[in-house]
């Protein structure tokens, strides 16, 4: 019987009932988180997304791969406070609307914007064994580098102590700096005192002024913890 490959809906809806209704049984014994610290790190895949902004311009980025460093602190079994800087290098098109001239021209980019967003987040693990679901929610601020220049490249030049006189060429790019903001459900497993697996998918939003409305990813996490 041939079978029929699941949508990215139903990937997504199958995590979270999966996370969801997991059954008691899971929670055999209690585990060792109680007044913990954790090392973390993430593996993050982001899937694409449509912006659309004020004056006509919109921008697509493309599904892409990034990565998160942080760590959490137990204040029990259950609940927990994260702390987590997030990078991701996405790589982008955009149609550019010009304001200056009727008609209106407009005119396409492709480029690689660079997001770094440190998170805080509360997390609740369901239960309290080895194996448990967890929902979490947090804030953050996201830092965006869209590479696209702001004006003529540029050179300065000084006196490095160690390799004698330099000159550098640089350009300036559009950054923007935003509040952002996300929900999640996942997977926590204990594998044993010192080592921890995570698997999970939230909804993160960043508060773009100029979009239309605020762009929310959906993105897929796989982690590691290490207590300490």
Known sequence: MEKIPLTRNQLLTSLMLT?????????????????????LFDVNYQDSYGIDFEG????????DWGFSIGANYHFNNRMQLQFVLDYLDVDYRATIQSADTVPL???????????FTPRINVLFNLLEGDITPYISAGIGWSFIDTNIPQGPPQTGCWW???????????????????FAYQAGVGVRWDINRGMSLRLGYEKQWIDVGSATSTPGFDVLRLGLGYKY
Do not use: K, M
């Open 19 to 39: 996370v969801l209704l997991t059954p008691a049984a899971f929670a055999q014994s209690r585990s060792n988180r109680d007044q913990t610290w954790e090392f």
């Open 56 to 63: 006509g311009s919109t921008a697509d980025t493309d599904t």
């Open 105 to 115: 021209p407009s005119y396409d980019v492709r480029g690689t914007a660079e997001i």
């Open 160 to 178: 490095d102590p160690w390799w004698g006189y330099i000159c550098t060429t640089y350009q300036n790019t559009r950054t923007t700096d935003e």
